[in-house]
C-alpha cells in the first residue's frame, strides 16, 4: 500500500507543479518559466520541483502538454459526440468560445499565447506546440469538409481558410478582453465564426 | 556645423539601436530585450546603447513606439487618402496583408505577438501598447460604421465585431506562417476579412 499511495502521491504531485507552470507561463510565457519561481510558489524545494521533470526544457514539455489536455477536455470532449460537419463545428464554436469566454488560465489561452511566443524560435517546444496545433487544424479542415458533401458549405468553400479564420478568431479573445477590456471578445469571436460559417447572426 | 552633424548622428544612431531592438524582440519577446544582448548585436557598448534611453523600461517603450511607427507607414498610410467607409477598410485590407505577408521584423507582426506577451503584465508597457491598439481599433470601427450608413454593410452590422474579426484575422498570419509553414496564411486571411466584409472571394 505504502508503494502504491507514494505513486500516487508522486502523480499528484506532478499534477500540482504543472497547474502551477501553467498558470505561471499563461502570464510570463514557457520561456519565463523558472524551476525557483515555481519552486516559491508551490512552498517546494527546486530539487523538489526539478526531480519530476530533469530539466527545464522536459518542464517546459510536460506543461504545454498539460495545457493541450485541458484544452482538450474542455473544448473537444463537448463536441466529439456530435455528428461530424456542420453539426460539430457548431458545438465545437460553443465549447471554445464558453472556454474562450471563461480562461482556464490567469494568462488567458495558453496555446495561443505559445504560438506568439515560440513561433519564431526553433526547436523541442515548437515542435511539440506545432504537432498540438497541427492535430486541431486537421480536426477543424475535417469538419469543414464533411460540411462541404454534406452541402452545408458551397462547394468553392477553402477549408484551410475556414479553419485559419475559426482559429484566428478563437487566439485574439484573450488579448482582446485583456488589453481592452472588452467582455464581449468572446460573443464577437463567435459571432464572426458563425459568419464565417454562412450563418450570420442578426444581434444588434 | 558639427553640433548639427551630431544631433543627426545621434538620432542615426538612436534609429539603429531601436531598428535592431524592434527584430531582437520580434523573435524574442519586448521582455527579452537586454541591453547586453543589443550592444552586441550593434558593435556598441552598453552604456552607449543605454545612453540613448535611459533604462530599459524607456528603451522597451521606444522599441514599441518604432515599431508602431512602421505599421503606420506601412499598412495606415497607403490607405489613409482612399474615400473613407467601404473603400478604405478594402484598402486597409490590401496593405495591411501585403505587409503581413512580407514581414517587416524577423519575428513577424510585432504588435500581435506584444499583445499576446503583455495581455497579463500590467503596467507602462501594455498601456502604451493598448494607446497603439485602441487607436487602430478606432480607426477600423470608424470605416465600419461610415459603410454602414453608406449602406454597404447591413444596418444590423455590429462595428466592433467587424473590427474585432479584422484584427484577429490579421493576428493569425505570423504564427501561422511560422508553425505550419504556411505560405498561404496571408491570402487566407484577407479572403476571411472580405468574407466578414460580406464580400466573399471565389478562390478556389
Chains 1, 2 share one sequence.
Not at 37 to 43: D, F, M
Not at 142 to 162: C, F, M, N, R
Request: aromatic letters at 6%.
Amino acid at each position: 500500500m505504502t508503494g502504491r499511495r507514494s505513486v500516487a502521491e508522486a502523480s499528484n504531485t506532478r499534477q500540482n507543479i504543472l497547474s502551477c507552470a501553467a498558470d505561471m507561463a499563461s502570464v510570463e510565457g514557457l520561456e519565463g518559466l523558472t524551476v525557483g519561481r515555481l519552486a516559491t510558489a508551490l512552498g517546494m524545494s527546486k530539487a523538489g520541483v526539478i526531480g519530476h521533470f530533469g530539466n527545464k526544457l522536459e518542464l517546459q514539455l510536460a506543461t504545454l502538454d498539460f495545457a493541450a489536455e485541458v484544452f482538450r477536455r474542455e473544448v473537444w470532449q463537448p463536441a466529439q459526440h456530435v455528428s461530424a460537419g456542420m453539426p460539430r463545428l457548431f458545438a465545437i464554436c460553443d465549447s471554445w468560445m464558453a472556454y474562450a469566454g471563461r480562461p482556464a488560465f490567469p494568462g488567458g489561452c495558453f496555446i495561443a499565447a505559445a504560438s506568439h511566443e515560440f513561433d519564431s524560435r526553433p526547436g523541442p517546444v515548437r515542435d511539440a506546440l506545432a504537432a498540438h496545433m497541427r492535430q486541431w487544424h486537421a480536426q477543424l479542415v475535417a469538419d469543414a469538409s464533411i460540411a462541404v458533401e454534406a452541402g452545408d458549405l458551397p462547394t468553392s468553400t477553402d477549408v484551410e481558410q475556414i479553419a485559419f479564420g475559426l482559429e484566428a478568431l478563437a487566439a485574439r479573445v484573450s488579448p482582446t478582453r485583456q488589453i481592452y477590456g472588452d467582455e464581449r471578445a468572446a460573443e464577437h469571436a463567435k459571432d464572426s465564426m458563425l459568419s464565417l460559417l454562412g450563418q450570420p447572426t442578426a444581434r444588434t
